[in-house]
Nanobody, 118 residues
Framework: VQLQASGGGLVQAGGSLRLSCTASGRTFSNYHIAWFRQAPGREREFVSSVTWTGGRTYYADSVKGRFTISRDNAKNTVYLQMNSLKPEDTAVYYC????????????WGQGTLVTVSS
């Protein structure tokens, strides 16, 4: 499956952005999808994920209550709605996919840059 992340940009602290991860290739609805991010000089970290059915979602503590992940399998797209953005949310955001029976995310998009100014 090929993934394309989009929706990043420059926003002021307290603002909102919605990221999209659009897939092509294999059956998108078979895959769990996650968002990760990597800030300059830091390791990549998990942000959020959604199961293949959309029935379960998971969030890092740092974004819980501010970010919402959702998916539209008819559109082969997963969204990450980011509200109340903070400067520490500044990072390149990546979406990734894995089949339910494996633990490693095997497929990655190219990343989209989110910059939050104070």
């Amino acid at each position: 499956v090929q993934l394309q992340a989009s929706g990043g940009g420059l926003v002021q602290a307290g603002g909102s952005l919605r990221l999209s991860c659009t897939a092509s290739g294999r059956t998108f609805s078979n895959y769990h999808i996650a968002w990760f991010r990597q800030a300059p000089g830091r390791e990549r970290e998990f942000v959020s994920s959604v199961t293949w059915t959309g029935g379960r979602t998971y969030y890092a503590d740092s974004v819980k209550g501010r970010f919402t992940i959702s998916r539209d399998n008819a559109k082969n797209t997963v969204y990450l709605q980011m509200n109340s953005l903070k400067p520490e949310d500044t990072a390149v955001y990546y979406c990734a996919a894995r089949l339910p029976e494996v633990t490693k995310y095997d497929y990655w998009g190219q990343g989209t840059l989110v910059t939050v100014s104070s």
